[in-house]
C-alpha cells in the first residue's frame, strides 16, 4: 500500500485538466513488434485484497473486463470466514486466480505471494494495483509496453481521482526530514538532499526486476514499502519510469472502512504506519546522521501526518494524535533494532501489536 505524501496545496488549472493520452495502437505495438494484445497475454495484474470482495467488484472487474487477455492474481489476506469465502466466490465467477494465505500477510507479504503465483502462471510482466485503483486498456499497455522495453524500469502511470484531479505525478521523501513532496509543489526542500520514488498504487514491472530486487519488504506490513521498494530498485541498477502517457484512476482510502471513520479524512491505519514506518525506513536506508535528523523530527512528523486528516478532526476526539504517539514510539524501538540487526526476516510482516 502506497505511503502517502503532503497535500500539494497548489491549484494548477492546467495541470489538472491534462488530457488522457490517445489509445494506444494493439495492432502494431513499437516494442519489439509485440502488439498490445501478447503485451497483455505477457502481464499479471497482481491485487492484495482484505475484506474488499465489494470494492473489487466495482473496480478490477472493469480491468479484466477491459483487459481479458491479462491474467488476474487476487491475493485475499485473511480478515473473517465470512469475506474469505466472498472473494473466493468472486474470483471464481470472474476467473481470477486466487491466493489464499492464512494470515493477514500485509500489502507487501501479499504482493510477494502475488507476484510468485503470477511467474507460476507464465507471467513475465507484473501490474501492482490497490483494490481501489482501475487502469484502463489503453493505459494498461503502455505501462506493459515500457516494462517490457526495459526490464530494469519501475513504471508507473500518473495518478487521478474519480473527478480527474492529479493525486501523484512524481514524488520525493526529502532526506533532511522525511517529509514528502509533489514534485509540483511549491514549497522548497529542505537541505540534504531527495530520494525519488513511486506510488505502489499502480506499478508496472518485469518479473526479473521483481526477482533481482527481492520483492517488497514485507516488515513495513502497511505504507512506506512502495519508497523502500523504490529505493532498492535503484541500488539494483534499476530505473523509476513515470510514464506521463498513461494514467490509472485511484480514489485513496476505499480499502479502509472503519466503522470509526465517519468524522476523520484518514484511519487509525493510516496514521500509525505511516509515522511509524518513515522511522523503519530510516533504520534501514539512512545512515547514522540522517536517522539522528529523521529522529529529531519525529513528533513534527508525526503532527503533519495526522494534520492530512484536517485539524476538524481534532475537535472531537485526539486519538489520531495517540495513535501517532504509538506509532512513534514503536518506530524509534524498529530503528534502533535495525542499527542492531535484530529486525525479523524480510519476509515476516511487523503488524501493530
Known amino acids: ?15 489538472a485538466t491534462e488530457p488522457t493520452a490517445p489509445q494506444a495502437d494493439e495492432s502494431n505495438n513499437a516494442t519489439a513488434g509485440l502488439s498490445g494484445r501478447e503485451l497483455l497475454s505477457r502481464t499479471a495484474v497482481v491485487v492484495v485484497s482484505y475484506d474488499s470482495a465489494a470494492l473489487l467488484e466495482r473496480t478490477l472487474a472493469r480491468v479484466a473486463e477491459d483487459s481479458p487477455e491479462a491474467r ?30 492464512e494470515t493477514n500477510t500485509g500489502f507487501g507479504g501479499g504482493m510477494n505471494l502475488g507476484a510468485a503465483r503470477a511467474r507460476e502462471l507464465g507471467a513475465d510482466l507484473l501490474v501492482l494495483l490497490n483494490p481501489d485503483a482501475v487502469i484502463g486498456r489503453a493505459d494498461l499497455i503502455r505501462l506493459a509496453a515500457r516494462a517490457h522495453a526495459d526490464r530494469l524500469a519501475l513504471v508507473a502511470p500518473v495518478l487521478k481521482d474519480s473527478s480527474g484531479r492529479i493525486v501523484s505525478d512524481g514524488i520525493v521523501v526529502c532526506l533532511a526530514d522525511g517529509s514528502m513532496r509533489s514534485r509540483r509543489s511549491p514549497r522548497l526542500i529542505p537541505p540534504g538532499g531527495t530520494q525519488p520514488w513511486l506510488s505502489g498504487a499502480c506499478l508496472a514491472l518485469s518479473a526479473e526486476l521483481f526477482e533481482a530486487v527481492g520483492g517488497f519488504d514485507a516488515r513495513y506490513f502497511l505504507y512506506w514499502e ?7 530498485v535503484l541500488a539494483a541498477g534499476g530505473s523509476l519510469d513515470l510514464a506521463r502517457d498513461a ?30 514506518n518513515r522511522l523503519l525506513y530510516a533504520g534501514l536506508h539512512l ?24 485539524k476538524r478532526q481534532l475537535l472531537s476526539t485526539r486519538r489520531p494524535l495517540v495513535t501517532a504517539a504509538q506509532g512513534t514510539r514503536d518506530g524509534l524501538k524498529l530503528l534502533r533494532a535495525a542499527r542492531r540487526g535484530e529486525l525479523p526476516d524480510v519476509d515476516a510482516p511487523i503488524a501493530r501489536n
Open 287 to 310: 545512515d547514522r546522521a540522517t536517522q539522528r535528523r529523521w529522529v529529531a523530527t519525529a513528533g513534527r512528523a508525526a503532527r503533519e501526518i495526522v494534520l492530512r486528516g484536517g
Open 247 to 276: 494514467v490509472a484512476v485511484h480514489d485513496e482510502g476505499g480499502t479502509h472502512s472503519e466503522s470509526d471513520q465517519s468524522d476523520r479524512a484518514k484511519s487509525d491505519i493510516y496514521y500509525y504506519y505511516n509515522v511509524r
Open 72 to 101: 488476474i492474481v487476487v491475493v485475499d489476506n485473511y480478515s473473517t470466514p465470512a469475506a474469505r469465502e466472498e472473494l473466493v466466490a468472486l474470483a471464481s465467477s470472474c476467473g481470477w486466480e486466487a491466493v489464499l494465505p
Open 226 to 232: 512502495d519508497v523502500d521498494f523504490s529505493a532498492r
Open 1 to 15: 500500500m502506497t505511503a502517502t505524501p503532503e497535500p500539494d496545496q497548489r491549484t494548477d488549472t492546467a495541470e
